[in-house]
């Protein structure tokens, strides 16, 4: 059992986990090492630190201008390994990257593999593999203790969900709704359809990310589903502070139920 699924489950057994999104440096590296540390520090069971990406298709509006904004600093895969490995000396709260795969292609998959585990990152979560690439690219990670998130969404069908399923490790991302990210006023109904259906091919963890923005939110989240993911929702506050780190911490406090 990796780092990640005993993390989320003993989350559970508590209530459930808390899992924030950030996009490595937004705004700059050293304020978004800052930012990871008071996640860790606040309680986050795992964290999700986003690559930049020049077409962050699956991303809504807020974060596809922090990924802009990371870009324009000249944030690299490179750095956000670096700030990894610096996250590492302070924190063993497991860290996700989610990523596109064509940063990963570029940096050359074996050599990224060795140099993530290298600077402390569990798991990999990539949004445009699927099916034998998946396999595949899952395969050669785990050879380094990596693990490949799954997504699932409420239009997988249950062939693939079980096929999904069968070959996951960590955890499994539920998305909540079709569509890009961001917060939204309400969580959707076929999210927990959704756990419930996955529930029936798998005992790993199931967090439910994509809209999840209030407290009363992830409180609904975890009666069905073992962790909440907010990602938009801590991206928009650090877009607009003056004190990133404060703001994050004063938003997150109203948050946590």
């Known amino acids: 059992m990796s780092r990640i699924t005993d993390k989320l489950s003993e989350a ?3 209530g459930g986990g808390f899992i924030p999104f950030v996009t490595a440096g937004d705004p700059d590296v050293a304020t978004s090492l800052s930012i990871a540390l008071k996640l860790a520090e606040l309680g986050a069971d795992v964290i999700e630190l986003g690559v930049p990406f020049s077409d962050p298709m699956a991303d809504g509006p807020t974060i596809q201008r922090s990924s ?3 870009l324009d600093k ?4 490179g750095d956000v390994l670096n700030l990894s490995s610096e996250f590492r000396k302070h924190s063993d709260v497991p860290l996700v990257l989610f990523s596109y795969f064509n940063p990963i292609l570029r940096f050359g998959l074996e050599d990224f593999a060795r140099a ?7 798991g990999v979560l990539l949004t445009d593999v699927i099916e034998d690439e998946a396999t595949v690219i899952s395969k050669q990670f785990a050879e380094h203790n990596i693990d490949l998130i799954s997504l699932v969404a409420p239009t997988t069908t249950d062939e693939r969900l079980e096929t999904i399923c069968k070959n996951a490790r960590g955890f499994i991302y539920a998305v ?6 961001g917060a939204r006023e309400g969580t959707s109904a076929e999210a927990e359809k959704l756990v419930n259906r996955a529930r029936q091919f798998t005992d790993l963890p199931i967090a439910v990310g994509f809209g999840i923005s209030t407290a009363e939110q ?3 989240v975890w009666r069905y589903a073992d962790a909440a993911v907010v990602g938009s929702a801590i991206v928009s506050v650090i877009e607009k502070a003056t004190d990133p780190v404060a703001e994050v911490e004063k938003f997150l406090r109203h948050l946590l139920p």
């Open 12 to 14: 559970r057994r508590r």
């Open 68 to 70: 802009q904004r990371a």
């Open 74 to 77: 000249g944030t690299t895969l």
């Open 116 to 122: 993530a585990a290298e600077s402390g990152i569990d």
């Open 176 to 181: 909540s709704r079709t569509g890009v990210t």
């Open 218 to 220: 992830i409180t609904d």
